[in-house]
């Protein structure tokens, strides 16, 4: 995808891909309204098995909206969304669910108060008997999910317990076994590492391999550069609601990344008007030339 | 530079858990404990205090007669209690629940009446009226995604308005006319309103339905995908939706479950009566909350039991009956029923911190 700009409508070559498979989730110059703010536009974004999709940006930039698209949460109003292919419209997460995409969420991943088993299974529980004394099969829901946890390397002593009690990083990483339980092919995780601590953050990347090397496609949402760099195999960068640099691993370094994180672009070419302040260290930051490289450098508004 | 170890994927850095049996962070809680962190054991005790107090201090409660009496008004409350104490986990409430029961009750009472018809084509329409109330109330609740406080205080002002003109109009008084002599009358009395002999001692058959009730909505809640939807929408409505949860059709049917509870009492108390009070049931809706509260329904959602409330309306029952059985004056009923509401409620929250803590 080098030197591809954002606003390209229509199907863009596939970057690198490592054999030329057709990618699981694809976005063509997709965009979102709401009335009359355009909180999203031109994004093009192709998820492929065995591979992680980063999605970085500052607050605002478009990040949540992008996977409450490819959620199932919000609809796209422009542009192009397509599933193995074909074009798709999920008006519930449901129908995403069932198109094998998974969403783990920041904050609402879990219902805190029920057990863990519960939580593992809930919307998806498996069920005995016939109809009228249809019940949960608890024996095999406890089984399953503490094989699958162990699987993940995660071991619980009970999985009574109330998910609450767990720590930030255990509860994503229950929310990542279960997606990939339940057939997960596209892994969305949205901020992950956000509120965890260093340790908890590596826990949780380490799931994200492990999801990868599953053979999921996975889309990692967060505003961390150094923690989309440990596991990234592509790297989005978003502002103001479209996609400002997209580049695979090997087109970009963690400092450019870094420096286009941290709102690099804007700051370089403040550099001149800052070094006349006092107080403000300028020494470090790029020449605005320097980040031009893979960078998408067109403005917004060619969609 | 660390860039190219960074560089690598993360996944054989942290060195693996290995399969070892538990984590070993948390310890086993004694099992008295555990017990104790269940939400109907604080209201066991409780039901237990109130009635060993009331066995001393007022020797007519020993007898068999009068704890059938205790039971029936337990279970009049009870039945109801149950469906409001399953929305409460559902993470809503009902305040139209006691104007409901009389709704119910008017409709079968008039239309058998008035058009002269088997008193089954009342009850019938009767249930009809009673879900398509939950019904409202859910889909209110869920279309505006106003607090369900607000939405069934409007349906209960506008039930209580509507019981009260309606009848008037109907039937030129405040009450409905007697229906024991019409057809089909015995059968439905036999249903709803009527009572057995066990040991000599005459039991009303609501006790058997509000413990038959209470059983099959244990094994729903604890046993069942719906259960666990249950439990889900009103611990987490978002979470819940996200992975997949029908929160529209748990919400709505935790509102038809109240219709069918309030439909339930409305005939037993239609059929044990023979006429209906339009103006009665303002402040019932109270009671069976207290009662689903006090049997350890967390008033936010996402936790309580089905046991818990029947342990919660026999403590009302209890209350009830047993001042008039000590011979105390009945006036002291309610700041009875305060006292122990505020007890109840301050013991399960005393239990569930020391109960859950780790």
């Known amino acids: 995808m080098t030197d591809h700009t954002t606003g390209t409508l229509g199907a863009v070559p596939q970057d690198t891909a490592p054999d030329g498979d057709r990618p699981l989730v694809e976005l063509r110059g997709a965009g ?31 990040k949540s909206t992008l996977i409450k698209i490819v959620s199932g949460l919000h609809q796209h109003t422009e542009g192009e969304f397509l599933v193995d292919g074909a074009p798709v419209r999920f008006s519930t997460p449901r ?53 699958e946890l162990r699987n993940m390397g995660i071991v619980l002593d009970d999985l009574e317990q109330p998910i609450g009690t767990l720590s ?49 496609g996975v889309i990692f949402i967060t505003h961390n550069p150094h923690h989309a760099y440990m596991v990234g195999d592509h790297f989005s960068v978003l502002r103001l609601g479209t996609v400002e640099l997209s580049a695979d691993r090997s087109e970009v370094s963690l400092e450019e990344l870094t420096n286009h994180m941290a709102g690099g672009a804007e700051l370089a070419a403040l550099k001149h008007e800052l070094a006349q302040v006092r107080g403000v260290d300028t020494e470090e930051l790029p020449e605005e030339g320097d980040l031009q490289a893979p960078a998408a450098a067109t403005p917004e508004g060619k969609s | 530079m660390s860039m190219a170890r960074q560089a690598e994927p993360a996944v054989d850095t942290p060195p693996a858990p290995g399969p070892k049996r538990t984590d070993g962070r948390t310890v086993r809680r004694p099992p008295a404990l555990r017990l104790l962190a269940r939400p109907e054991v604080g209201v066991f005790l409780g039901a237990v205090a109130v009635l060993v107090f009331f066995l001393f201090t007022a020797p007519p409660v020993r007898d068999g007669s009068s704890m059938a009496n205790i039971l029936y008004q337990s279970s009049t409350i009870g039945i109801m209690a149950l469906p409001v104490a399953l929305l409460m986990i559902g993470g809503e409430f009902d305040l139209s629940a006691g104007v409901a029961v009389v709704t119910s009750a008017l409709t079968a009472s008039m239309l058998s009446y008035q058009l002269t018809l088997n008193v089954w084509v009342g009850v019938v329409v009767a249930l009809v009226v009673s879900l398509a109330v939950g019904v409202f109330n859910g889909w209110m609740l869920v279309r505006t995604g106003l607090p369900s406080f607000l939405v069934t205080l409007g349906t209960f002002l506008i039930l209580q308005g509507v019981n009260l003109a309606v009848t008037k109009l109907v039937t030129g008084n405040v009450a409905t006319d007697d229906i024991s002599d019409m057809d089909g009358f015995d059968q439905a009395k036999a249903i709803f309103a009527s009572s057995f002999e066990v040991a000599g001692v005459q039991v009303k058959i609501t006790v058997v339905w509000w413990l038959v009730f209470a059983a099959l909505a244990t094994w729903v809640l604890l046993r069942t995908k719906y259960g666990n939807w249950v439990f889900a929408v009103g611990g987490n409505k978002e979470s819940a939706r996200a992975v997949g949860v029908p929160v529209t059709f748990t919400k709505i049917s935790l509102f038809m479950l109240v219709g069918f509870g309030a439909w339930f009492v409305g005939m037993h108390n239609l059929f044990s009566f023979n006429t209906v009070q339009s103006g009665e049931g303002v402040g019932q809706e109270l009671i069976y909350i207290a009662a689903a509260v006090i049997g350890g329904c967390l008033l936010t959602g996402g936790h309580g039991s089905a046991i818990g409330p029947v342990f919660g309306a026999f403590m009302f029952g209890m209350v009830q009956q047993g001042i008039v059985y000590a011979g105390w004056n009945p006036d002291w009923f309610k700041a009875f029923l305060g006292v122990m509401l505020l007890g109840a409620v301050l013991i399960n929250l005393w239990v569930q911190r020391t109960a859950t803590r780790r």
């Not at chain 1, 492929?48 to 980063?54: D, L, M």
């Not at chain 1, 994503?172 to 956000?194: K, M, N, S, Y």
């Not at chain 1, 908890?200 to 990347?205: E, I």
Request: proline letters at 5%; aromatic letters at 6%.
């Open chain 1, 32 to 62: 979102k309204s709401y009335g009359n703010i355009r909180a999203l536009h031109g994004v093009d974004l192709t998820v492929h098995p065995s591979r992680v999709t980063c999605v970085l940006g500052d607050n605002g930039a478009g």
């Open chain 1, 95 to 147: 129908e995403a669910l069932d198109k094998g995409i998974a969403t783990v969420y920041q904050d609402l991943a879990v219902v805190p108060l029920m057990p863990v088993w519960r939580n593992f299974f809930l919307g998806s529980e498996m069920t005995k008997g016939p109809w009228p004394v249809r019940r949960l099969d608890i024996d095999r829901m406890k089984k399953t999910a503490d094989e």
């Open chain 1, 168 to 216: 930030g990083g255990q509860r994503q990483c229950v929310a990542i076994a279960r997606a990939v339980h339940f057939g997960a092919r596209v892994l969305i995780l949205d901020e992950p590492t956000a509120a965890l601590g260093v340790k908890q953050s590596g826990v949780v990347l380490k799931y994200i391999a492990m999801a990868r090397d599953r053979g999921l």
